[in-house]
């Protein structure tokens, strides 16, 4: 029997082309999605009660204790706290005088870490707590987001470090975008992730250099 040797070439031939045009109309059929920006999110508010002062940057990193990429997990229950004023204080006198206790509730979620940026953790998860001051000034937490989270300790877990400055939207193009647009955090808005983690670790290895003389 005679063999063609031109089967050899064409069939393989055929097949990966085949496959090519598999891959364009994947390619073709996936949606394409536009470059992120800040007016993506929404804008959210500074507390009613806070200081309206802006730090600076390098002030944002300083009041935080750590500071995380980590993605929402979990929406807790929330947390009550009974508030127990200090000994001859202002708060103590109206709690006597009122008969009642000073209860808070406290928002609560779990946040899965995906990297360490500066500080200290011997867990992959935290406990987040939102005071009731912050409530009305944090995104809509739901499982699946992915932010950078500037923290303190609170309780058995951590909360936003400040009002301002300590919550960051990681968006679908790996740019970071503040939840409160401070003038002084304007120069972060649609950064690279890659970039400001560089600009927090930089800024957070002069927390503990030697000052000048």
Not at 117 to 129: E, I, K, N
Not at 136 to 165: A, C, I, N, W
Not at 196 to 212: C, G, I, L, N
Request: glycine share 4%; hydrophobic share 40%.
């Amino acid at each position: 029997m005679l063999h063609n040797p031109f089967r050899r070439i064409v069939f393989p031939a055929a097949a990966a082309l085949l496959l090519a045009a598999c891959a364009v109309s994947a390619a073709l059929a996936k949606p394409l999605l536009k470059a992120s920006s800040q007016s993506d999110y929404p804008e959210l508010h500074t507390p009613t009660f806070a200081l309206m002062v802006d730090l600076s940057f390098p002030e944002y990193v300083d009041c935080a204790e750590l500071i995380v990429d980590a993605t929402v997990e979990e929406v807790l229950p929330e947390k009550t706290v009974t508030y127990t004023p200090e000994p001859g204080s202002g708060e103590e006198k109206e709690q006597e005088k009122w008969g009642t206790e000073f209860v808070f509730q406290h928002l609560a979620f779990q946040l899965k870490v995906n990297e360490v940026w500066a500080g200290t953790l011997d867990s992959d998860s935290v406990t987040l707590y939102i005071p009731p001051l912050l409530q009305d000034s944090v995104p809509d937490f739901q499982p699946g987001d992915r932010m950078v989270f500037f923290l303190e300790t609170l309780h058995d877990g951590y909360s936003p470090s400040s009002t301002k400055g300590s919550i960051y939207y990681i968006a679908h193009d790996n740019k970071i975008y503040p939840t409160l647009l401070a003038d002084t955090l304007e120069d972060y808005s649609g950064k690279r992730l890659r970039d400001f983690k560089r600009d927090v670790q930089e800024t957070w290895a002069q927390k503990d250099a030697p000052s000048e003389p």
